[in-house]
C-alpha cells in the first residue's frame, strides 16, 4: 500500500545565530520563526527548489532577534503574514515600524492555517510572552520546542503528543562555565529558569515527553561556543536509549545548513528522509 506523503520538514537553520524551520503541506507552506536575513531565508529556501513567493504565513515563538530578523523583507516585501500573540506582535511593532501583516493569536487558543492545526502554549525564557508550538496534521504532529529555560508539565503535556520534535540543546554547563567570551551576568541569563535548556535538561525532558508516536528528534538551538553536536546528541540519544526507545531517530541541527528534507506520510505515519528531488513523487512505499 502506498502512503501519500503530506507534510515535508526542514530546519533551514538553528542555533543561537538564527532559527528558521519550513513546513509543507499539500495546502500550506509555512515557516516557524525568521531568524536569519531575508536574503538568507531566500538562499536556504532555492536549496530545497523554494523561494520566498510560495510562503503563506510566518509563525512566532517570540521577538528575539535570532527568530525574527527577518521580518522586515519577508513582511514589507514579500507581504508574507505574520502570526504571532499579542505582547510578540506589540512589541516588534516598536522595534520594527512598518510592519503590516500581523495576524494576531491569543496563546493556548488553538487555529487553523490551512489543514495545519496550530496550537501555542508558553514556555519559560526571558521574553514577552515566548511560546511552543504544536502543529497538528492529519498525517502527523510537529512538536517545535526551543528557547525555554526548564520544562513545565504543561509543557511536557502540550508537546507530548509530537511525532516529529525540535528539541532545544542550548549549552553543556560545563562548557558555558569554562568560556571566557560571556559576562558573568550572561551565563547567569542562559543557566536561569527563563533562559536555555542544557544537553541535560532535554535529556530529561525527552524521557518525559517520549512516546511510541514519537520518531524524530531534531536538536537545535545549540550555542556555537558552548555546545559541541556530538555532546547534545550523546545526552539525548542515551536518554532515548536508556527509556528503552530505539526507533527514534535523533539528528542535530545546524546553524549554516539546511537539514534533508523529512516527510511525514499519511494515512499510517511513515517517516522517510530524501533529498528534496525525490518530494516531487510524493509516495513512500
Ligand atoms: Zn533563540
Ligand atoms: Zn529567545
Given at each position: 500500500?502506498?502512503?501519500?506523503?503530506?507534510v515535508?520538514?526542514?530546519?533551514?537553520?538553528?542555533?543561537?545565530?538564527?532559527?528558521?524551520?519550513?513546513?509543507?503541506?499539500?495546502?500550506?507552506?509555512?515557516?516557524?520563526?525568521?531568524?536569519?536575513?531575508?536574503?538568507?531565508?531566500?538562499?536556504?529556501?532555492?536549496?530545497?527548489?523554494?523561494?520566498?513567493?510560495?510562503?503563506?504565513?510566518?509563525?512566532?515563538?517570540?521577538?528575539?532577534?535570532?527568530?525574527?530578523?527577518?521580518l522586515?523583507?519577508?513582511?514589507?516585501?514579500?507581504?508574507?503574514?505574520?502570526?504571532?500573540?499579542?505582547?510578540?506582535?506589540?512589541?516588534?511593532?516598536?522595534e520594527?515600524?512598518?510592519?503590516?501583516?500581523?495576524?494576531?493569536?491569543?496563546?493556548?487558543?488553538?487555529?487553523?492555517?490551512?489543514?495545519?492545526?496550530?496550537?501555542?502554549?508558553?514556555?519559560p525564557?526571558?521574553?514577552h510572552?515566548?511560546?511552543?508550538?504544536l502543529?497538528?496534521?492529519?498525517?502527523?504532529?510537529?512538536?517545535?520546542?526551543?528557547?525555554?529555560?526548564?520544562?513545565?508539565?504543561?509543557?511536557?503535556?502540550?508537546?507530548?503528543?509530537?511525532?516529529?520534535?525540535?528539541?532545544e540543546?542550548?549549552?553543556?554547563?560545563?562548557?558555558?562555565?569554562?568560556?571566557?567570551?560571556?559576562?558573568?551576568?550572561?551565563?547567569?541569563?542562559?543557566?536561569?529558569?527563563q533562559?536555555?535548556?542544557?544537553?541535560?535538561?532535554?535529556?530529561?525532558?525527552?524521557?518525559?515527553?517520549v512516546?511510541?508516536?514519537?520518531?524524530?528528534?531534531?536538536?537545535?538551538?545549540?550555542?556555537?561556543?558552548?555546545?559541541?553536536?556530538?555532546?547534545?546528541?550523546?545526552?539525548?540519544?542515551?536518554?532515548?536509549?536508556?527509556a528503552?526507545?530505539?526507533?527514534?531517530?535523533?539528528?542535530?541541527?545546524?546553524?549554516?545548513?539546511?537539514?534533508?528534507?523529512?516527510?511525514?506520510g499519511?494515512?499510517?505515519?511513515t517517516?522517510?528522509?530524501?533529498?528534496?528531488?525525490?518530494?516531487?513523487?510524493?509516495?513512500?512505499?
Open positions: 500500500m502506498l502512503a501519500v506523503v503530506a515535508e520538514i526542514t530546519i533551514l537553520g538553528s542555533g543561537s545565530g538564527g532559527n528558521c524551520t519550513y513546513l509543507e503541506t499539500a495546502r500550506v507552506k509555512l515557516l516557524v520563526d525568521a531568524g536569519f536575513s531575508g536574503k538568507q531565508i531566500a538562499t536556504r529556501l532555492a536549496s530545497i527548489g523554494r523561494t520566498l513567493e510560495d510562503i503563506d504565513a510566518v509563525l512566532l515563538t517570540h521577538e528575539h532577534n535570532d527568530h525574527t530578523q527577518g522586515p523583507v519577508l513582511c514589507k516585501r514579500h507581504k508574507i503574514p505574520v502570526f504571532a500573540n499579542r505582547l510578540t506582535a506589540e512589541l516588534l511593532h516598536e520594527m515600524p512598518g510592519l503590516e501583516t500581523w495576524k494576531i493569536f491569543q496563546t493556548g487558543q488553538p487555529f487553523e492555517i490551512g489543514d495545519v492545526r496550530v496550537e501555542s502554549f508558553t514556555v525564557h526571558d521574553a510572552d515566548p511560546v511552543g508550538f502543529l497538528r496534521h492529519d498525517s502527523g504532529n510537529i512538536g517545535i520546542l526551543t528557547d525555554l529555560g526548564c520544562t513545565t508539565r504543561l509543557v511536557i503535556e502540550r508537546i507530548r503528543p509530537a511525532n516529529v520534535l525540535l528539541l540543546t542550548n549549552h553543556d554547563p560545563r562548557l558555558l562555565q569554562d568560556d571566557t567570551a560571556r559576562p558573568w551576568s550572561v551565563k547567569q541569563r542562559i543557566l536561569s529558569r533562559g536555555h535548556l542544557s544537553n541535560a535538561a532535554a535529556a530529561e525532558a525527552i524521557t518525559q515527553i512516546h511510541d508516536g514519537l520518531k524524530h528528534v531534531y536538536l537545535g538551538h545549540l550555542s556555537r561556543d558552548c555546545n559541541r553536536p556530538e555532546l547534545a546528541y550523546a545526552s539525548v540519544a542515551g536518554a532515548l536509549q536508556d528503552g526507545a530505539r526507533d527514534v531517530r535523533v539528528e542535530v541541527t545546524s546553524q549554516t545548513d539546511p537539514t534533508p528534507t523529512l516527510m511525514l499519511a494515512p499510517a505515519l517517516i522517510a528522509q530524501q533529498g528534496h528531488d525525490a518530494v516531487s513523487a510524493c509516495v513512500q512505499p
